[in-house]
């Protein structure tokens, strides 16, 4: 009977640790820039542009905000600053917007050299429901926010809509600008429009996020001086991209794109931005990240693998 036990612990043990190695291996393979940022030093402090700003939702409660502070690193930093963003910051940023509004999703803002682009990361996919990184990063360029790494977490399912009030708070915080309100409110309906796009027109985030990008890249091109030029614009994006929308959906995508071309933005600036964007995305969603299959692949081996490990103890 002992010696029965004991070869079963023996053989149990034997499995566990032949798991544990491959899935340390795949870890590994599948994970290097995880585990590479996990090991890094703690990061030096910025003299020059400063130190960076955590932006916390004003409804977190004490055990939220040290759930947001660990997904975005902050113990990485040596010093940063640290705000809230309420109801409040919500009517400044967005017209006609309720400051009722319960702020959970939080961002963490470090800016860069000029010509350095936007890095967009969202540490906490499974919370951040609606809004994409690529979406994020549109619009940011749409309120003129550029040149910065922006990291965005929220400790329960959000839309995701809320953190980009908090970018907007912490760039002015940061690089002592004031954000033209007009361009502020703009972003945010893109924001809306992209995340409904996604929602009810069967078009893939990331399929909006391009076509969002290609269309003010063309438009900062063409520099459009009417509705119907805008349209047109629109309709050929809309072609290329395969993408059938309904006539409502054009109708607000267009008149979105109409009021972008209205704004007083230095369109040549824009462009070369919105083609920086449109190649980080291409290098981005390469062919191994785009493979879903490949995704899904790893993701039935896990949920197998926790299967196969939980029925021994059974």
Known sequence: MNVLCLRGDLQLKQKLIASLAVFTLLVTLILPTTSQAAT???NAINEKLGVPIVVYGANLSAEEKEYVKMAL??????????????GQDLVKYIKNSNSNSRMYSSAKITRQ?????????????????QVTAEMYATAMLTAGITDAIVEVAAPKPVTGHSALVGIYKAYELKSGETLDIERTDVANEELSVATDLASKSGVSEDQVAELLTQI???IAEKNPATREEVEQIVTDQLNKLNINLSESDLDGL??????????????GKLSD??????KSF???????LQDEGFWQGVKNFFTKLIDTISSWFK
Not at 114 to 123: A, H, N
Not at 273 to 278: D, I, M, P, Y
């Open 40 to 42: 890094n030093a703690v």
């Open 73 to 86: 690193r902050v113990e990485q930093d040596p010093e940063f600053d640290e705000v809230s963003i309420s």
């Open 113 to 129: 050299e000029e010509g350095k682009g936007l890095t967009i990361s969202i540490v906490t996919p499974e919370n951040i429901t």
């Open 216 to 218: 003010k890249k063309t």
């Open 254 to 267: 267009v008149d979105l794109m109409n009021r972008i071309s209205k704004l007083d933005i230095d369109f």
């Open 273 to 278: 931005q919105l083609t920086s964007l449109s």
């Open 282 to 288: 291409e290098e981005k969603f390469g062919a191994i």
